[in-house]
């Protein structure tokens, strides 16, 4: 299976709301990266938190690390329309060459 | 300053024939990752080059696909003789350090279709 596997797979909510979802990983990692995709876009760096970080903040999002459950997880506080998107989770691995992405959380947000 | 820029945006070709998906990685980027996205998935590593240099490539099929970052001009990945099972979109990231240890920039992907 594959190192990075968000959860849940979809997430529909209301504006205004917040929404989290989670991410589980295999292997030892320097970092994690959480990324957003637009529908038939590129990918958007949102946060990176490293190895020795437990959480981090950035706007309206909220990173954990875990690295001892080997979990993290990406909280967006007040929910718009906007945030609807694909949301991924990346680790480097202690090699560190290349990023391993999971399968992503689509997120909904309602108006 | 110019993020990754990839092209075609999006390509169709024949089974049988050659496609070439171009990426130029932003200004003062010299590592070059390409990754490929099946629809409603996420993205699974092909391969990481610097310039002149495959660093990686455990994710490249054996056959038929190729990559290289020459000295000069854009990365290219190139697929020969393409089959459906390739239709996919493919993205190319930049970073101006070594591996995954800091954000990679990506570009809007090619979409590859295989007719």
């Known amino acids: 299976s594959q190192q990075g596997e968000e959860d849940p797979q979809a997430l529909s909510i209301q504006e205004g709301e917040n929404a989290t979802m989670n991410c589980s990983y295999k292997?030892?990692?320097?970092?994690l990266q959480w990324y957003r995709q637009n529908s038939g876009r590129g990918l958007v760096h949102l946060i990176l938190?490293?190895?020795?970080?437990r959480e981090k903040h950035s706007g309206r999002l909220r990173v954990t690390l875990d690295t001892s459950k080997k979990s993290s997880s990406l909280l967006i506080t007040a929910s718009r329309a906007a945030d609807t998107a694909s949301y991924f989770c990346?680790?480097?691995?202690?090699?560190?060459?290349?990023?391993?992405f999971g399968g992503g959380t689509r997120v909904l947000v309602k108006p | 300053n110019a993020g990754v820029m990839q092209n075609p945006r999006h390509l169709v070709r024949r089974r049988g024939q050659e496609a070439r998906l171009r990426c130029s990685p932003m200004?003062?980027?010299?590592?070059v990752y390409w990754y490929r996205q099946l629809p409603e998935e996420g993205l699974k590593f092909m391969v990481y080059?610097?310039?002149?240099?495959?660093?990686?490539e455990s994710g490249m099929p054996k056959e038929r696909f190729s990559a290289e970052f020459p000295k000069e001009g854009p990365s290219i990945l190139r697929i020969q003789q393409v089959v459906r099972g390739d239709s996919a979109a493919y993205f190319c990231?930049?970073?101006?350090?070594?591996?995954?240890?800091?954000?990679?920039?990506f570009g809007q992907g090619t979409r590859l279709t295989v007719v």
């Open positions: 990346a680790t480097d691995g202690t090699a560190g060459n290349k990023l391993t």
């Open positions: 938190i490293r190895s020795n970080e």
């Open positions: 200004k003062g980027h010299s590592h």
């Open positions: 292997t030892s990692i320097n970092n």
């Open positions: 990231a930049s970073s101006p350090s070594q591996g995954a240890r800091t954000e990679a920039f």
């Open positions: 080059l610097q310039k002149e240099n495959i660093i990686d």
